[in-house]
């Protein structure tokens, strides 16, 4: 998942939420966190303004003139400037902010009372307004039930409206916020992630029932495979069996290895071989399966092991073709350098 935004977008083409209930006044209502609605609906209000893309539109509409310029400028000169200038140099930005916020402020009235109005027919021709009921008309029907599905788990999940307005008004007009714009965006990605693993481990408990007999066929194989002399089955269920012992370094996490392997499935099909292709591979010792990452910082440069991985450890519920979910693979590997 993107870290920046939940729903960025280059130009507010698809903002969304219900507004139904709000009046044509701008100001924003007052914040009230009481509740973890209110808390995600003022963050997607601040996260919308601030990363998805709605400042950046207003700005490029001529609706409101960027204060982020002035503020680089301004923190530069803050960062270089002693002691006795930096106290007077933040007086002078905060009044520049001040005078620019308030040169945005009409248009930017104007914009809000047209978004808040947006399921509402109005036949005024302000520019700003009409840019508002454009796109409020468009978030009610587009991005809202994403939102609601991403992040909250159910299109029918409701967004409080007037936390939602509080976070993206106030952050509009460049005023204090509730939540800060960095804390709005990791709460949204937090939630978004926790929904997309509960949607995950759904689906994987429905694929575990569709492909119960890979999974018994794999727990039956390790049962047995565990009980052969040479076999040792560490605490996460990988198993090994040590083919060569070699004298070298271990690798570690950060380690870049190169190897030569060869992978069945528990039935002998091939699925991947760098023997068979005549060339070894090189990766970080993370960037593989967790068996394997697990393996390689147990084996000495020059080793050759006989792996035996549990599909928890392996590729899990993900379908590569030949490697049907819940597969327990087996792979020939041999540790030939920790290239430095």
Not at 108 to 137: P, R
């Amino acid at each position: 998942m993107n870290k920046k935004s939940f729903f960025a977008t280059a130009l507010v083409a698809v903002f969304a939420i219900a507004l139904t209930s709000c009046n044509g006044s701008s100001s924003a209502p007052a914040a009230s966190l009481k509740s973890d609605i209110d808390s995600i609906s003022y963050a997607y209000g601040v996260n919308l303004a601030d990363q998805g893309g709605l400042m950046q539109f207003l700005e490029q509409s001529g609706i409101m003139e960027s204060a982020s310029n002035v503020e680089y400028d301004y923190q530069m000169k803050i960062a270089a400037a002693d002691s006795t200038d930096k106290p007077l140099l933040q007086k002078e930005l905060a009044k520049k902010i001040d005078s620019l916020n308030k040169a945005n402020a009409p248009k930017l009235d104007a914009f809000i009372k047209g978004l808040k109005q947006a399921m509402k027919n109005s036949s005024e021709a302000d520019d700003a307004y009409t840019q508002g009921l454009s796109i409020g008309h468009q978030i009610s029907k587009s991005m809202m039930p994403q939102f609601a599905q991403g992040v909250l788990g159910s299109e029918d999940a409701k967004v409080n409206n007037d936390q939602f307005l509080s976070g993206l008004i106030s952050s509009l007009k460049n005023q204090s916020t509730a939540i800060s714009k960095m804390d709005a965006n990791m709460l949204i990605q937090t939630k978004a992630e926790e929904m997309q693993a509960k949607a995950q481990a759904s689906k994987d408990e429905e694929l575990k029932v569709q492909y119960a007999d890979n999974v018994k066929e794999g727990e039956t194989f390790l049962a047995e495979n565990g009980k052969k002399e040479g076999v040792v089955t560490l605490p996460s269920g990988l198993q090994y069996e040590i083919i060569k012992e070699g004298k070298g370094e271990t690798p570690t996490e950060s380690s870049q290895v190169k190897v030569h392997y060869h992978g069945t499935l528990i039935d002998g099909t091939v699925f991947d071989s760098s023997v068979d292709r005549g060339e070894p591979t090189q990766f970080g010792v993370t960037q593989v399966i967790a068996g394997w990452t697990e393996a390689l910082q147990l084996m000495p440069v020059g080793s050759k092991w006989k792996l035996y991985i549990p599909q928890d450890l392996a590729y899990g519920s993900r379908d590569t073709g030949t490697i049907k979910p819940f597969s327990t693979l087996i792979f020939d590997v041999e540790l030939l350098e920790i290239v430095k």
